[in-house]
Each structure stands twice: as C-alpha cells, then as structure tokens.
C-alpha cells in the first residue's frame, strides 16, 4: 500500500524559509510524479508544485516561483519542497500527493484527481 508522510511544517516569520519533506514507504518514489498541494482556511486547494516521474520536469504556481524548490533524493525515498522568503498567504496545510501515470505540466497547475495516493498533509503558518 502506498503512503507518504509529510514532515517540516511550523511557524516561521515571514521571510524565512522552511523544508517539507515527503517520505514514501511501500513504493520507490521515483516512479511517480508527486505533486505538492495547499489548501488555507476557507479556500480552495491550490496545486502550487510538481516534480514529474523519469524527466524531473517540474512546475511551480506564479504564487510560489522563485521562492520555492522541489526536488528529489531517491536514495531517501524523499521529495522535499524548499519554501523561502515565506509570505503570510503561504500560510496553509500542505500536502503530497503521488501519481503513476501524470506527468507535471508546464504552465497550469496539477489536477489533484489524478493522484492517487496523499499525504496526512503539514501545517506551515507564516506569522510574526
């Protein structure tokens, strides 16, 4: 059975930085394209970033680019998204999410029906 774990999530001031890992067991990661998700209070889910099976493509929202990072390390079995100059709208539980067949587009966000396995998902909240 395929389960990821988020961890790295906490209070930070806004222009720090944190690092969100998301660790898989039951599965080689590397396999799947894991996207990342977040969702605040009283909004929507919003598919911020993604990091494609074989090819490593990835794509980034315009809320996040060049701010945030992710990136891989199979021999960790992790997928870590590296969130710098943090805002206070990046405040949000985050989440992974791994699928089989997707591969990250290049211009619009991911759709969340298409991933099959999630995360419990990692509080981030961006205050002072």
């Known amino acids: 059975q395929l389960h990821l774990v988020e961890s790295g999530g906490g209070l930070v001031q806004p222009g720090g930085s944190l690092r969100l890992s998301c660790a898989a067991s039951g599965f080689t990661l590397d396999e799947f394209t894991i996207g990342w998700f977040r969702q605040a209070p009283g909004k929507e889910r919003e598919g911020v970033s993604c990091?494609?099976?074989?090819?490593?493509?990835?794509y980034y929202a315009d809320s996040v680019k060049g701010r945030f990072t992710v990136s891989r390390d199979n021999a960790k079995n992790t997928v870590y998204l590296e969130m710098n100059s943090l805002k206070s709208e990046d405040t949000a539980v985050y989440s992974c999410?791994?699928?089989?067949?997707?591969?990250?587009?290049?211009?619009?966000?991911?759709?969340?029906?298409?991933?099959?396995?999630w995360g419990q998902g990692t509080q981030v909240t961006v205050s002072s």
């Open positions: 999410a791994a699928s089989i067949y997707f591969y990250c587009p290049v211009y619009s966000p991911p759709p969340a029906p298409v991933f099959t396995s």
């Open positions: 990091i494609s099976r074989d090819n490593g493509g990835t």
